[in-house]
């Protein structure tokens, strides 16, 4: 609910822009309002300082740049480095990998967490729903080295997944997991689903709670069940809740992860388990081409806007909640 | 959102204190710097006379060449990065602060975790938050690239010391295209006698066991070698043996990768084979060679049969070191120092070196009686790596004479050898010696942690120590080679009448290394700023992605065809030309050098 207000007000704000900019700006407001001003500028200093002044390193990404020289004696190369990346079939399978893991990974998650938020209403008892919610959201305060530690233990060979496959006759020697390319993005995809539910659950279910519950003593006047209940009010109570984290998270699809991948994944894997960012580490900073390195990040941080901003618009074009 | 927001600016500001924090300079060191030089007047008459009495100055009074001793306040602290695993020393350790009173220096010691060693060099490059001394291993050249080392041209001239660890000509090879040396490599000097006992080099390994239930057989090709290890393994059903197993982790798939340089009879290059039978020596691929074909064929109808560990493809380096640890794997082909520091300490710690779980070196090769090369004589000098001095250091010259006094006789020997008295005795003949008491102390992970302090990637020496009489190191011993060694290893020695490691592994004496060797010292280097460098990167990729999977393959024949495909697609010539331009510029440098 919270975000709802904040974009809420950030909307009534734009729309009254206009109005302000007329008025004239008096010394006497300005003294009124130092407090908010000072305040302000110091986060748009913040903002300049860590958000606009790094992208000039951009730069990089056209020289052939080593750190002796510098950013400024570096000579310019054009676009050779890109030429590079899109020439490079390892670079064209990173994009195909980190694409296909944050989809996998965006929609699983997204679904998962709305199902869990829901169900986790439903329950009734008070004590079990807090101790469940509880449990489910601590595995996020796990680093991935641990989560994927404790996945390699429970899917190696003499894991525990392994064990119980074993005991139940569903295979005769142990399966190793990590040896199938074609299953690798499912196993980041579980990793992710069993670090994150839980915490991608609390903002639905704070959405959820906002609903006015007469809404609900209505609707059971009128007869309807539980599924109804769900179908009609919960969903649509916490869809703009919806749209806007689907927005965001739609932005983040090639952010797919660096971790998981590049602690579980292996020589056999590499062709399913490289991302893009993996894809940086290796040439940017251990070739020491940092050029190559920022090169391959443009790219990225272009085709995230360029996706958030369609998925903004389809969600303007069909009157839905929006970003921007 | 309130709560995101909320959560960045925590984290935000972690990552500002954090920088901050991180830029600040050392403590207490620079100031001191300037002051030791006035102090060294008032502080020498009275310091020495009473913390000689309570540090208990332990038998090292005869080299009292420096009577100093730095108080606390004087003492400055250093850091340095290993861009290789190694165990990090406790706080207080006791040998770092005697040596730390001798010479005023205390060094944090801090290695390379789960990334390989030039991520790490990167990231430290990145930040610009460099330790004060740094052996970059393979990222050396991302160093000198960002300017980040001080040369050490002056100091090897004012440093007796460092200047007596290699000849003129062979600083000369460490100089880079400005000029300058950045680093020296710290390992294989041997001063005067060599007294070399362990092969601390690749081969295959086999448990002593082994051998003593087939009743010490020779074994001499690859052949010979797994049908050793099926027969014992056949005989021995019940007692959980994994027969083969093969480490291919990240840069450590050298394991899987490059026997076949050996199996053919060459000396470790690294890289590639130098093939100097046609009189001018040619870089040979190793990787394309009928014995590499052989080989990988072998290991893949071993895989089948069930000898090679069916987990190798995916185990981790620590899995696998908790593997071998158990004394269940029979053998293995590894570097000595890859796997022995860890592995023969737990073993002795479990007694498991009694029951013949210690491995010995067999140098197979490709057809019975070639000659090999798995052991190379005399002292590799590796000119890709070694300990620099980064910029970061406020007073290089102090951080030279503190490279210089690890040196001295008295400090080499607290480095190795540990606290007279405590770690070893001296017997009437001036020879050092250890208990059987001191021998388990010294293989115990917490003493060492808490008492050793060996510095062990600073320049060393191997050899006789400077007595005359024993060695610089323990394991070069030869009387404490013998004694600690275990049963089994004995009567396995006896057996084959050998006495030390090298001996056992029996490599060819009469063939030389090049003067080129060896050749990984040039490729290692390498970057992605030139076309061999670039196709150097691939082939490595393209080779972790196939060679597990030939090993495992249902069809050899389809699957080798597939991975030549690939391995050509990389482009390997590229990498093999500029391989050949550093060989020929190697040999025309040594002829102009008249050696």
Known sequence: MADMTASASKKTKESKE?????????????????????????????????????????????????????????????????????????????????????????????????????????????????????????????????????????????????????????????????????????????????????????????????????????AAIDGAGRWDKIWHITLPGIKPTIMILLLMNVGNVLNAGFEVQYILGNGIVQDWSQTIDIYVLKWGVSQNDFSMGTAAGIFKSVVSIIIIVIANEIAKRSGEERLF | MK?????????????????????????????????????????????????????????????????????????????????????????????????????????????????????????????????????????????????????????????????????????????????????????????????????????????????????????????????????????????????????????????????PEFLDGYPN?????????????????????????????????????????????????????AKLSTGNVLGMCDQWWDFAYTVNDVFKQQGLDTQGCNYVPLGLVAKPGMEQMWHTYGDTQNVASGLGVTTACEDPDRAFAFINQLLDQDIHNLRFWGVEGVDYNVDENGLFFRTEDMRMKCADTEYKASHLCDYSYFPQWGGTSRDGKNAMTPTEQTSEFFDSLAEPLVKCFEAYGVTTYPEFIGSSKTKTTGVWFPMYSYSNNMTSSTEGGIAWTKMGECKHKWLPQIVMADNFDSAWEDYMKAYNACNPQAFLDEMQTELDRRVAAAEAAGE
């Open chain 1, 18 to 218: 206009p109005v302000e900019i007329k008025q004239k700006i008096t010394m006497k407001e300005l003294k009124a309002q130092r407090v908010l001003i000072i305040g302000s500028i110091l986060f748009v200093i913040y903002g300049f300082i860590f958000y606009y002044l790094p992208l000039g390193g951009w730069i990089m990404a056209f020289q052939d740049y080593k750190a002796r020289t510098g950013l400024l004696h570096s000579p310019f190369v054009g676009l050779a480095k890109f030429k590079f990346l899109f020439s490079d079939a390892t670079f064209l399978r990173t994009i195909i990998n980190t694409l296909g893991m944050g989809i996998l990974n965006l929609v699983t998650s997204f679904i998962m967490a709305i199902l869990f938020a829901i169900l986790l209403n439903e329950m009734k008892h008070t004590g079990t729903k807090k101790v469940v919610q509880t449990i489910s959201y601590l595995p996020h305060f796990l680093s991935w080295i641990i989560v994927t530690g404790i996945l390699h233990d429970a899917l190696s060979s003499s894991g525990i997944v392994n064990e119980i496959m074993m005991n139940l006759h569903i295979v005769d020697k142990p399966y190793n997991f990590f040896m199938q390319p074609k299953i690798f993005w499912f196993i980041v995809a579980f990793a992710n689903l069993w670090k994150e539910t839980g915490w991608n659950a609390i903002i639905y279910l704070a959405a959820i709670t906002a609903i006015d519950p007469a809404l609900y003593e209505a």
């Open chain 2, 3 to 259: 709560s995101r927001r909320l959560l960045s600016m925590l984290c935000a500001t972690v990552m500002v204190t954090s920088a901050v924090t991180a830029c600040a300079p050392t403590a207490d060191s620079g100031a001191t710097t300037g002051s030791t030089a006035v102090d060294t007047g008032d502080t020498t008459v009275d310091d020495t006379g009473d913390t000689g009495a309570d540090t208990g100055d332990t038998g090292a009074d005869t080299s009292a060449t420096e009577g100093k001793e730095y108080s606390d306040d004087e003492i400055v602290n250093w850091t340095f990065f290993g861009g290789m695993p190694g165990s990090e020393k406790n706080d207080g350790n006791e040998v770092m602060e005697i040596i730390a009173k001798k010479t005023g220096v205390r060094v944090k010691e801090t290695w390379l975790t789960g990334q390989t060693v030039e991520e790490a060099v990167g990231t430290i490059v990145a930040s610009g938050d460099y330790p004060t001394f740094i052996d970059g291993g393979d990222g050396m050249m991302q160093l000198y690239d960002a300017g980040a080392l001080i040369p050490w041209d002056d100091y090897i001239e004012k440093y007796p010391n460092i200047k007596e660890l290699y000849s003129p000509a062979e600083w000369d090879r460490f100089r880079m295209d400005d000029g300058h040396i950045y680093w020296a490599n710290q390992f294989g000097n041997t001063y005067g006698e060599s007294k070399q006992t362990t092969h601390n080099d690749e081969a295959f390994w086999i448990q002593v066991k082994v051998l003593e239930w087939a009743n010490y057989p020779k074994v001499e090709t690859l052949d010979d070698y797994f049908k050793l290890l099926e027969d014992y393994a056949a005989a021995h059903p019940d007692d959980g043996v994994i027969p083969y197993t093969c480490l291919c982790e990240d840069w450590r798939y050298f394991c899987l990768e490059n026997a």
């Open chain 2, 269 to 321: 290059d690294g890289s590639v084979i130098v093939d100097t039978s046609s009189g001018t020596p040619t870089i040979v691929d190793y990787n394309t060679t009928p014995t590499a074909k052989m080989y990988f064929s072998k290991l893949n109808e071993e895989y089948k049969k069930g000898i090679v560990d069916s987990e190798f493809a995916t185990q981790t380096y620590d899995e696998y070191i």
